[in-house]
């Protein structure tokens, strides 16, 4: 049995379901798994001391392009729109292999954990022919940095002949795919309790999937009881090509094939309507905000203070980091507050309502609510520590559970935990070598990119 405890928290924000801020607090962990929060001060194997700490749950990053990270800031698509942006970037992901997802994964997830990031959802779509077992590659690459991970076995099947975006060399027929989707799942996916990688059906759009592989893949997913996710209703670009193509609305379209409901989870989600977002509510349907990334391909603003007033389960995304240009969600999470403030004025959610959709939010969408996003007992004991006493943090922790939206921070957390592990410590990595992986990394990159 491996035993943690954190000693003498100054304030814990558990963003549980009242909402409970602790103040000098023990944090007891068991086997991974949180045991007890309060004065109680059991042996441990490992204690810490959180001493001016402030405690909060892992952030959990519901949509993520791993595989972008050896392709980003690349200054041909600075100034694109989404359609242009992924026409041009095809022509480089269409050469990613297994070493490059390995390795761009564990950069991503890194920097993820460097900045509170405990578990992250990564939506691959892109399994070009003989490129090797990729997500193999990302469970191996998970487990060597220590982060919670769900896997997508994502898809395309309409390449530019078909009218799609993508070169054929990185689409499938509907039976290949089907079939890779059923060993994806049979190998990768661990349904169980405190599970540390989970795989979910993800086809990319519905312009670049047939409608027979939106509804197949459906079929699939609640067979084998996994989620399914997609982009939808990011651009106007997509409205007009559906209205144009299947002369349906976006979300029309994806409830016909049976798109809808508790266990399917949408990429951004910016222009529905005020007459589909009841709904995504009463169907449970749920959302990954992406405020950056909308922001850099100029896509739009999501209604998401209409969204958590109605109760849509809403989780925070990074998404590619090809479009974000990084992979940092406390980042997102400020931009996000400031974002709404900006466009909803005294509406918008609050910093500390921002913190709970960077958590709780993101574990509704990955249907673990009842494990991840709060500190509670019997929940995983996921976490990061920030010092209090942080010059960029002076006079501004009179309220910790809204510094993080409204002042931000500089600079990697001071602890992660995930698991029950120490992953980050004084806000470097402890279970990789951080020089030798950039070192390795790069190189990959500059190969990668001049092929």
Not at 431 to 443: C, I, P, S, T
């Amino acid at each position: 049995m491996s035993r943690l405890l954190v000693r003498n928290i100054e304030t814990l924000v558990s963003c549980d379901a009242r909402d409970s801020v602790y103040e000098q607090v023990n944090l007891y962990c068991e086997d991974g798994l949180i045991r007890s929060i309060g004065p109680a001060e059991p042996e441990a194997d490992e204690v810490i001391d959180g001493t001016d700490m402030l405690c909060y749950p892992g952030l959990v990053n519901a949509h993520h392009h791993l595989y972008q990270i050896f392709s980003r800031n690349l200054p041909q698509v600075q100034n694109m729109e989404l359609f242009d942006w992924l026409r041009t970037l095809y022509e480089i992901w269409k050469n990613v292999d297994a070493d490059v997802i390995g390795l761009s994964t564990m950069v991503g997830l890194g920097e993820l954990m460097k900045n509170g990031c405990t578990t992250v959802f990564d939506h691959n779509y892109v399994f070009p022919a003989g490129a090797g077992d990729l997500m193999g590659a990302q469970v191996q690459a998970a487990e060597r940095v220590g982060a919670r991970m769900h896997l997508s076995r994502g898809s395309m099947d309409l390449s530019k002949k078909d009218g799609g975006l993508p070169p054929d060399s990185v689409v499938q027929d509907v039976d290949q795919i089907l079939a890779d989707s059923v060993e994806c799942i049979q190998r990768y996916h661990d349904a169980s309790f405190q599970s540390m990688h989970r795989v979910a059906l993800a086809p990319c759009s519905p312009f670049s999937v047939s409608a027979e592989l939106l509804r197949q893949s459906a079929i699939l997913a609640r067979e084998y009881g996994v989620r399914l996710h997609t982009h939808l209703c990011e651009t106007k670009d997509e409205e007009t090509y559906m209205l144009e193509s299947r002369g349906i609305r976006p979300l029309a379209y994806m409830e016909e094939l049976g798109w809808i409901g508790p266990d399917v989870w949408y990429a951004h989600g910016i222009h529905f309507n005020a007459d589909e977002l009841p709904l995504l509510a009463r169907t449970g349907t749920g959302i990954c905000h992406c405020p950056i990334s909308n922001m850099k391909l100029s896509s739009g603003v999501a209604r998401i203070p209409e969204m958590l007033e109605m109760g849509i389960p809403v989780g925070l995304g990074v998404d590619g980091s090809a479009s974000n240009d990084g992979s940092n969600l406390l980042e997102e999470l400020r931009v996000a507050f400031l974002l709404h403030r900006l466009n909803s004025s005294d509406v918008a959610p609050s910093a500390y309502q921002m913190l709970k959709v960077a958590t709780m939010g993101g574990a509704l969408v990955l249907g673990r609510a009842d494990e991840i996003g709060s500190l509670e007992p019997g929940k995983c004991a996921d976490f990061f520590l920030v010092d209090s006493r942080r010059l960029e943090l002076v006079g501004a922790c009179v309220d910790p559970s809204a510094v993080l939206g409204t002042v931000g921070l500089k600079g990697a957390v001071d602890l992660t935990v995930v698991n029950g592990e120490v992953t980050v410590r004084d806000g470097r990595l402890t279970r990789v070598d951080e020089r030798a992986l950039a070192d390795e990394a790069n190189k990959k990159a500059m190969s990668y990119l001049e092929g």
